[in-house]
């Protein structure tokens, strides 16, 4: 028998949710990871485009990553209708300076990868490449108060998963050598 009134989780619809509004929102999986492909091409000349989606996936799989991706958009929308209450309406209409929760909120998504993925957020953060330059573009009607910031975090997160793969993956490749010429 149902109980109407127990709340349940259903991870499936939070993580379709957490897809389909980054579309409406005009972010791909294929923009992040062109960040991602920004941020470690130097490091892994060999990494493709697919690689970078594929990690990009992997980061939006994960709950405390979509809960942001969520509540962010979220509240860029009610910002966007004039929903907010005074002074937070302005405060997120104008991206207001001194306002820093939009990045706190994106950094729970750069947590989820460990310490590296912190400095890959504040450059990316710095300098806005790709998707986050339209998403920056204070002409326009819409705002990303907070996406500009998640984006960024989902690409840095996907650059440490990334890099923690690939030094496992060498590390296994030297271990298996080094078994083999030992016979
Ligand atoms: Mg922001």
């Not at 389909?20 to 990871?33: A, P, S």
């Not at 942001?68 to 979220?74: H, N, P, S």
């Not at 957020?121 to 705002?143: A, R």
């Amino acid at each position: 028998m149902s109980e109407p009134n127990v709340y349940r989780l259903n991870s499936k619809i939070v993580a379709t949710a957490t897809e389909e509004w980054l579309t409406k929102r005009g972010v791909t999986k294929e923009q992040i990871g062109q960040l991602v492909m920004l941020l470690q091409k130097d490091y892994f000349p060999e990494l493709t485009l697919d690689e970078c989606v594929r990690n990009v996936d992997a980061v939006l799989g994960k709950r405390e990553v979509q809960n942001a991706v969520l509540t962010g958009i979220q509240l860029d929308i009610l910002a966007e209708e004039g929903k907010l209450l005074p002074p937070l309406q302005a405060m997120i209409q104008h991206d207001e300076g001194l306002y820093g929760c939009d990045e706190v909120l994106a950094l729970s998504i750069v947590n989820v990868y460990g310490s590296i993925g912190f400095t890959n957020f504040g450059y990316i953060d710095k300098f806005k490449p790709g998707v986050l330059k339209k998403l920056n573009d204070k002409n326009s009607n819409e705002i990303h108060t907070f996406l500009d910031d998640i984006v960024g975090a989902i690409a840095a997160a996907a650059s440490s998963r990334i890099a923690h793969r690939k030094q496992a993956e060498r590390e296994a490749e030297t271990e298996a050598l080094e078994e083999s010429e030992n016979g």
